[in-house]
Nanobody
Framework: QVQLVESGGALVLTGGSLRLSCAASEFSMEAYAIAWFRQVPEQGREGISCISRRGTSTYYTDSVKGRFTISRDGAKNTVYLEMNSLKPEDTGIYFC?????????????????????WGQGTQVTVSS
């Protein structure tokens, strides 16, 4: 059974940093594109960033470009989201999700509907 577990969420001050982790259990991430989504109350899940199965392709939504970095560590079967210069608008529940890439094209998409497996989320709160 595919399981994803997020960690690293916390309460931080504006300008602070966090590193979120998405660890996989019971399966290898190597065949999956991985994405991070943010959910805030009364809004849908927004695709923040994603990384292709081989890590050669990444995506960032405009609001986090230059501040967030996504990476993956195959040996640890974990994907990270490094978040710097945090702003109050970064507040939300962050979910990681996995999508099997059987196309061989090594790409990722920020569209939630393309992802089959989801973690339970980790709360990030940025206080001003």
């Amino acid at each position: 059974q595919v399981q994803l577990v997020e960690s690293g969420g916390a309460l931080v001050l504006t300008g602070g940093s966090l590193r979120l982790s998405c660890a996989a259990s019971e399966f290898s991430m190597e065949a999956y594109a991985i994405a991070w989504f943010r959910q805030v109350p009364e809004q849908g899940r927004e695709g923040i960033s994603c990384i292709s199965r081989r890590g050669t392709s990444t995506y960032y939504t405009d609001s986090v470009k230059g501040r967030f970095t996504i990476s993956r560590d195959g040996a640890k079967n974990t994907v990270y989201l490094e978040m710097n210069s945090l702003k109050p608008e970064d507040t939300g529940i962050y979910f990681c999700a996995a999508a099997l890439d059987s196309s061989g094209l090594d790409f990722c998409t920020p569209l939630a509907d393309e992802y089959n497996f989801w973690g339970q989320g980790t709360q990030v709160t940025v206080s001003s």
